[in-house]
């Protein structure tokens, strides 16, 4: 087996989630100050690093990957990359991992990876990518190759009010594991995701949402008037698109919350509570 094999066959940890989940809970237990809460942050981060690169079967499998490239980071969730303009976005696949290449016009490499952020999120099982600082993507190749992972099961753009940004979504089905990789020199990323095959049973969930419309620049209206928010994007079972607030357990914590956004003098009726499983996509 390569080195390359190795890598590929790598299995993403469960116990990850868990040690990320419980260095964020110490986190919001400290809010003593801004200051601490940003010093939790960093050390949840550099646990998670730490724990993947600490397991033998993960470290020594990346020693002997022949990568182009040096490794950043390892995340399942957060931000990174540098600052740039102009770039360029290209996508290649192989079985359970995907490719993400950045470069300019000319067809050159860039050094780093430009400024991204990667959001997960449940109900259903979703990625969400943003990129800055973007002059072109081939969005419909990026889609094809996506789906021709058999873990995935949708990808669709989000619209985002910059012109030099991208937003996808990438729905994944229920219970696949995942991790993303930075890398540098040249600047790249890799979207692993691996399965265990176990059924994960569904649950209903309980969320604020509005109407369903075509997808469109309402999009980022709706985001820009509710700044406070973590507002994000599901396309629905009719193939139209939602906002979403939220994934609550109970229809009471989600009535709690629609209580106080219509309550601020800014609110004009866009959301309204609604619930569906876990594993699907509301109508």
Known sequence: MTGKDRYENIEIPAQLTDVIHHAQKRATARKSSSQMIRYASVIAACVAFLFVVNIPSVANAMSKIPVVGSIVQVLQFGD??????????????????LKINFGMDEGESVAHVPS??????????????????????????????????????????????????????????EGVQYSVTEFENPGSMEVKLTSDGKPV???????????????????GHLAESYPEEDISYLKTSTGKFTAVIGAYDT????????????????????????????NENPK
Request: proline share 5%.
């Open 80 to 97: 990174g990359g540098k600052v740039t303009d102009g770039v360029t976005i290209g996508t290649e696949t192989t079985e359970n991992t």
């Open 116 to 173: 991204y952020k990667v959001e997960h999120k449940e109900a259903p099982n979703r990625l969400i990518f943003t990129f800055q600082g973007i002059r072109f993507i081939d969005f419909a190749q990026i889609e094809k190759d996506f789906l021709t992972q058999p873990l995935v099961k949708d990808v669709y753009r989000n619209i985002i009010l910059d012109d030099s940004a991208i937003r996808f979504v990438v729905e994944l089905k």
């Open 201 to 219: 049973p569904p649950r209903e969930v309980f969320s604020l949402r509005t109407e369903e419309m075509p997808s469109g620049e309402w999009m």
């Open 251 to 278: 229809a009471e914590e989600a009535e709690l919350k629609l209580k106080e956004i219509s309550e601020r003098p800014s609110y004009t009726g866009d959301f309204y509570m609604d619930s569906w499983m876990s």
